[in-house]
């Protein structure tokens, strides 16, 4: 039994091994092709990282983002993103803290982060200032009720045809890093860091 599904596993990857070394995606901007774009929910994720007491790292993901982006490769600073992030569906790898990040304030009181029910979030770029595979993409982030500007360093990462659902589809990685007491988080200060370094890596399908 085993031995067959070992065979059928390779049979339905031998269409994606017999493109050769080329992979779908390629660091090309002659790939990318001007149009609206949306985001694949399932390849985008936002992680987060804060210094834990000065020892080590807390690592997050929000996942499932959704959002649109408007390019031109002829006019690369002319592009504009729109992304929503459900904060609900924040994953850790402690459900301890995945809980508390979610948990409604002792008593009626404030939430020591986000709550049982949290608003979205969302990112709307303002300017993109593009150089080569790379640019700077200045926008309003909308956090916890609370919209502050944000600059991501962000670079092109490939082009392509999904080779699954045959879609044109481009990506990105970006970076940046907040201070959460500016969106209305200050729980832990200054144990828990205010600097949250962001780690952003989104996938857009055309439309």
Do not use: C
Request: glycine fraction near 10%; charged fraction near 20%; hydrophobic fraction near 40%.
């Amino acid at each position: 039994m085993r031995k067959t599904l070992a065979i059928l596993a390779l049979a339905a990857a031998t269409p994606l091994i017999a493109q050769g070394a080329q992979i779908p995606g390629q660091q090309d901007a002659s790939r990318v092709t001007a149009g609206s774009y949306a985001t694949d929910p399932g390849h985008t994720l936002i992680g987060w990282r804060v210094s834990h007491f000065g020892f080590n790292d807390y690592f997050g993901i929000f996942g499932d983002a959704t959002g649109t982006l408007e390019i031109d490769p002829a006019n690369p600073s002319a592009a504009k993103v729109d992304i929503t992030i459900p904060v609900s569906k924040v994953t850790t790898a402690s459900s301890g803290l995945t809980d508390h990040l979610l948990r409604a304030g002792k008593d009626g009181g404030k939430p020591d982060f986000f709550g049982p029910s949290p608003a979205d979030a969302r990112f709307v770029s303002t300017s993109v200032a593009a150089t080569g595979n790379t640019a700077k993409i200045t926008g309003n982030l909308t956090l916890n009720g609370v919209t502050k500007p944000v600059v991501l360093d962000t670079e092109f990462s490939g082009a392509g045809a999904n080779p699954f659902n045959k879609k044109e589809t481009v990506g990105f990685h970006a970076t940046t890093t907040i201070k959460r007491s500016e969106f209305g988080v200050a729980y832990g200060l200054p144990m828990i860091s205010d600097d949250v370094e962001l780690d952003i890596s989104v996938a857009f399908e055309k439309k």
